[in-house]
């Protein structure tokens, strides 16, 4: 397998460890990761200018395009977006139009290639027999929490990811590790990050109601495999007091700390997940 790697603005400057991690698991799977000159998906200015937000989006889909691969993600915010800007493209001629004269200026064509959320890639039947295959640590008697993430799911009829209302693609890249996935109620709930600057209250809100029913499941993790979720399950919660009750939940940790613990893969940046 081969795709054009699109980590995201984020991974870089506050999350490296999920860009190491994305990176010698699918090494380790065969799947190659080509890097482009990608810019922003362009989801944190859709409020601000739509065009630019699609447009952002179309950019990168005709770099894509213009190499005849199909893009893979490990945020849930990029993918969302840019199927988002897929669809609209392909619904709006008007917006198309403007698109296309837009690209032209940059030496660019529309491209409309395929774009993937590793999830997707790792819960394909193939590569989730070689993920199993290149387990040498079981993760037996690990209990995770399996977050989905809001913009990988909604709205379904776009992102085309999974069974909206009950996704199992996680859960089975979970088990094929040999950890157990916990059934939690709030597991499809947003995670908090999209509303963080807007309202500081709801955000911790929404977190500590997740945080708390990973818990009440019995989960000695939240596991993740969005930039955005991580960052508020793991970075937002240190910069709370010592004695915030979310302190005491259930760590949060990326899908591929999981997998690079039972590879037995040694990643310089990656942190090693608290199995008891």
């Known amino acids: 397998m081969r795709f054009a790697y699109f980590p995201g603005c984020k991974i870089a400057r506050h999350l490296p460890e999920y860009g190491a991690g994305v990176e ?3 090494g380790a799977l065969g799947i190659e990761l080509v890097p482009l000159e990608f810019a922003c998906c362009g989801w944190p200015l859709r409020d601000e200018s739509y065009f630019a937000s699609v447009y952002s989006a179309a950019y990168n889909l005709a770099l894509a395009g213009q190499e005849g691969l199909a893009i893979m993600t490990p945020c849930k915010c990029c993918f969302g977006q840019l199927k988002h800007a897929q669809a609209r493209l392909r619904s709006s001629p008007k917006l198309a139009a403007e698109v296309r ?4 200026l940059d030496g660019l064509r529309p491209g409309q290639p395929e774009v ?3 999830l997707s890639i790792l819960g ?25 993430g809001c913009h990988a799911l909604r ?19 979970v088990a ?17 990050h999209p509303v963080l600057e807007r309202d500081r209250e709801i955000s911790l809100g929404l977190m500590e109601a997740k945080l708390s029913s990973a818990r009440a499941a019995g989960a000695d993790a939240v596991v ?14 240190r910069r709370l007091p010592a004695e915030h009750v979310l ?6 940790v990326l899908i591929t700390q999981l997998m690079s613990r039972a590879f037995g893969l040694s990643i310089s940046g990656i942190k090693d997940v608290n199995i008891a």
């Not at 992102?159 to 693609?169: C, E, Y």
């Open 101 to 104: 004269r837009h690209l032209a």
């Open 24 to 26: 010698a698991v699918c």
């Open 247 to 252: 302190q005491n939940a259930p760590q949060a």
């Open 155 to 173: 709205p379904s009829s776009v992102t085309g990811f999974d069974d909206p209302l009950n996704p199992t693609v996680f859960e089975r890249v």
């Open 124 to 148: 394909d039947d193939v590569v989730l027999q070689a993920v199993g295959k290149n387990v040498v640590s079981p993760l037996t008697g690990f209990k995770a929490a399996c977050h989905y």
């Open 116 to 118: 993937h959320h590793l």
């Open 224 to 237: 993740t495999a969005c930039t955005y979720c991580q960052m508020q399950f793991d970075t937002g919660r």
């Open 176 to 192: 094929s590790l040999g950890a157990e996935a916990v059934p939690w109620d709030l597991r499809l709930e947003c995670c908090g």
